[in-house]
């Protein structure tokens, strides 16, 4: 490996969905947690489970297995939330840090993958939005979906959902 191979691994966190894992930029990820108590929270999307207590802080959780339709994550000894601060997801304010955690079957390890282990996310040929799919990073003789984790939690779709509702209701 190059030295500039070397300078260009990238660190992810990986964790596992129904039976695939999945990986995120461990840039973004401020912790991972146990399951505590979640609020549900009225009129909200069905992936988004409701809100959980963080040191005072009222932290959104989502569930993307619900979101990716994979069915809802149970919650067992294993099931984390890994709790990511994402900037830029308002169109207006980019400087905002908005804190969200993410469900997860189970948290497995962090994981070095460089540029050349990394191939651009499938092409079906289908209407399928991927944009939420960074890339396929290979580990070990498989491979991990790294996911674009601002893509795929976009609080703009949020909000769009949110306004749908409000406009059925």
């Known amino acids: 490996m190059e030295e500039s191979d070397i300078a260009d691994i990238q660190e992810y966190l990986t964790f596992k969905l129904a039976d695939e ?14 399951v505590p108590r979640i609020t549900r929270v009225p009129r909200m999307p069905d992936y988004m489970t409701g809100v959980i207590n963080l040191r005072g802080n009222v932290i959104p959780v989502i569930d993307l297995r619900l979101k990716f339709g994979m069915g809802a994550t149970p919650v067992t000894e294993d099931t984390g939330i890994i709790v990511t601060e994402l900037a830029g997801l308002f169109e207006d304010e980019a ?3 908005i804190v969200m955690g ?21 092409r ?5 939005d991927t944009d939420f799919i960074a890339g396929m990073g290979r580990v070990d003789d498989s491979f991990v979906i790294i996911l674009n984790i601002d893509k ?5 779709e949020l909000t769009r959902e949110k306004e ?4 059925e209701a």
């Open 21 to 34: 894992t999945y990986a995120i930029n461990v840039g973004c990820i401020k912790e991972v947690l146990g």
């Open 95 to 97: 400087e905002e840090k």
């Open 102 to 122: 993410i469900f997860s079957d189970s948290v497995e390890k962090v994981v070095s993958i460089g540029p050349s282990e990394i191939e651009a996310p499938p």
């Open 124 to 128: 079906i040929g289908m209407a399928i």
């Open 152 to 156: 795929a939690l976009s609080v703009n």
């Open 164 to 167: 749908s509702a409000a406009i």
